[in-house]
């Protein structure tokens, strides 16, 4: 199978493509540090440093798959939330690579702040234009002239005909899907109306209540990390746990922590064989920024202002002592391989990773798309390769 990937980053949901078989045909980043990431861990990519904007995707083709995740600056709930008025939104990007390419199928994914009230128009505007990608949108009125347009479109018989896409959009938080961090994704997923693709998003496979479980109740967790279970157990969660002792068991896998994502490196205040994993001073603690606790999932990385990392890439101990996660551990919470280097200074990689898709979740979604659009890989597609 073959895709191609827009904005790619530093190569999460590139990553996640690979695991799950695809062979991408090109992956699109205007970041020439994040190209630069890409190029220096897989040398065998065709890493495209443009900006989607300059490029005619039919040349690329034919692939069965259309990925990729518009920047979420417009979106973010960090950011000034402009939206449509941001000129980073790359959304019409991605639909125009839909109706130049026509994939069986595509992968979009976003900030969760793109589902705010606010935005409910605009994400049904984007929609309709990835259900209809061929639909003829004016350059001489505003998107909601055009949304109304669609609207009827998508109500007439002519909706009937042409190119047209069954999308879902889905909201998931990667701590459910085995990554040892709360990172809420909005995916919008099409799959082509000609093919017979029966496909739901992919079922959770961890929760809190295991966690707790193996923690409060069997002390597994602990004893796993060579600790003393808790004497005490947090006033918040006893109910919950006598819940869990009266047999009202939870039937997933615990989710992922921070101590199980990063015990077995060290502290990286000491001298490390592990790439990547050196201490970064100046660590601080403020209102809304006090960092990660080691025995939950992470708090969700980010690039923050700028660009630059803040108090979120920080580690909490149960002292109360913190200080900021090293590149390898940061990398460990988004779940790349521990042979995947990061070649730039603190700053712009954890950027990069702050801007990345989980990759046991980019590879969980994309698997579950491409076990549904494998039976129709055209041959012509298959000798492309």
Not at 214 to 235: A, I
Not at 253 to 265: C, E, F, G, M, Y
Not at 341 to 370: C, D, I, K, Y
Request: charged share 25%; hydrophobic share 35%; aromatic share 10%.
């Amino acid at each position: 199978m073959r895709s191609l990937e827009l904005f790619s980053g530093a190569g999460g949901l590139a990553l996640g493509l690979e695991d799950a078989g695809f062979d991408s045909v090109a992956l699109v980043e205007r970041n020439r540090s994040a190209c630069a990431t890409l190029r220096h861990n897989r040398p065998h990519w065709n890493v495209v440093s443009d900006d989607v904007r300059n490029l005619r995707f039919s040349e690329f083709g034919p692939v069965d798959l259309v990925a990729g995740g518009p920047p979420c600056q417009p979106f973010s709930m960090g950011g000034k939330a402009n939206g449509y008025d941001d000129h980073r939104d790359m959304f019409p990007q991605a639909v125009r690579a839909v109706r130049e390419l026509q994939p069986l199928a595509f992968v979009f994914e976003n900030v969760r702040g793109l589902l705010r009230p606010g935005f409910r128009n605009y994400v049904e505007y984007i929609r309709l234009q990835l259900t209809y990608p061929d639909f003829p949108i004016s350059k001489n009125v505003d998107w909601t002239k055009n949304f109304q347009r669609l609207e009827r479109h998508h109500t007439s018989k002519s909706s009937e005909t042409g190119l047209r896409y069954k999308v879902t959009i889905n909201l998931a938080n990667a701590a459910n899907y085995g990554v040892p961090q709360h990172r809420h994704r909005v995916f919008f997923v099409g799959f082509r109306t000609d093919l017979s693709a029966r496909w739901f998003f992919p079922t959770e496979t961890h929760s809190a209540d295991e966690l707790l479980y193996d923690q409060y109740v069997t002390g597994s967790y602990w004893e796993r990390h060579g600790l003393k279970k808790p004497v005490n157990t947090p006033e918040s969660l006893k109910t919950k746990i006598r819940d869990l002792e009266r047999g009202i068991l939870p039937t997933t896998k615990p989710w992922q922590t921070v101590r199980d994502a990063i015990s077995s490196l060290g502290d990286p205040r000491q001298k490390s064989t592990w790439m990547n994993h050196r201490y970064q001073p100046g660590a601080r603690s403020y209102p809304g920024h006090t960092g990660s606790p080691m025995d939950e999932p992470s708090k969700a990385l980010k690039a923050g202002d700028h660009g630059v990392p803040g108090g979120e890439n920080m580690l909490r101990h149960s002292n109360g002592h913190i200080r900021y996660f090293s590149v390898r551990e940061a990398a460990r919470i988004q779940k790349f391989p521990d042979d995947f280097e990061f070649p730039g200074s603190w700053t712009e990689s954890l950027r990069q990773l702050g801007n990345a898709v989980p990759v046991f979740l980019a590879s969980t979604v994309v698997g579950s798309v491409g076990s549904k659009i494998q039976p129709y890989v055209t041959t012509e597609t298959v000798q492309s390769d």
